[in-house]
Nanobody, 117 residues
Framework: QVQLVESGGGAVQAGGSLRLSCAAS???????MGWFRQASGKEREGVAV???????TYAESVKGRFTISKDNAKNTLYLQMDSLKPEDTAMYYC????????????WGQGTQVTVSS
């Protein structure tokens, strides 16, 4: 059983940067992991995913601005967010898929990111 805890959110001005962290209580080195976000009144959307082999994928809206990475030794997932825009404002969630093909089985509580113009 793995627990995920996000941190690093906050309020920044457009063009600023934030680094989100997702600390896992267990070994997630062999998990697919991802970041999702949900703005008020909107559906949750995928932001970035890092696969078991380290391959990464990004939503088109964040490509070139966000970078997903993980430190297996620290059981921590990161999302480096640069050149932030007001449309990036959302609650950001960390998720993990422990077993390939089973879906996102673990979720964190979320961390709020607010970007002002």
């Amino acid at each position: 059983q793995v627990q995920l805890v996000e941190s690093g959110g906050g309020a920044v001005q457009a063009g600023g940067s934030l680094r989100l962290s997702c600390a896992a209580s267990g070994n997630t080195s062999n998990y697919c992991m991802g970041w999702f976000r949900q703005a008020s009144g909107k559906e949750r959307e995928g932001v970035a995913v890092i696969g078991r082999g380290g391959n990464t994928t990004y939503a088109e809206s964040v490509k070139g601005r966000f970078t997903i990475s993980k430190d297996n030794a620290k059981n921590t997932l990161y999302l480096q967010m640069d050149s932030l825009k007001p449309e990036d404002t959302a609650m950001y969630y960390c998720a993990a898929e422990p077993i390939a093909g089973m879906g996102w089985g673990y979720w964190g509580q979320g961390t709020q990111v607010t970007v002002s113009s």
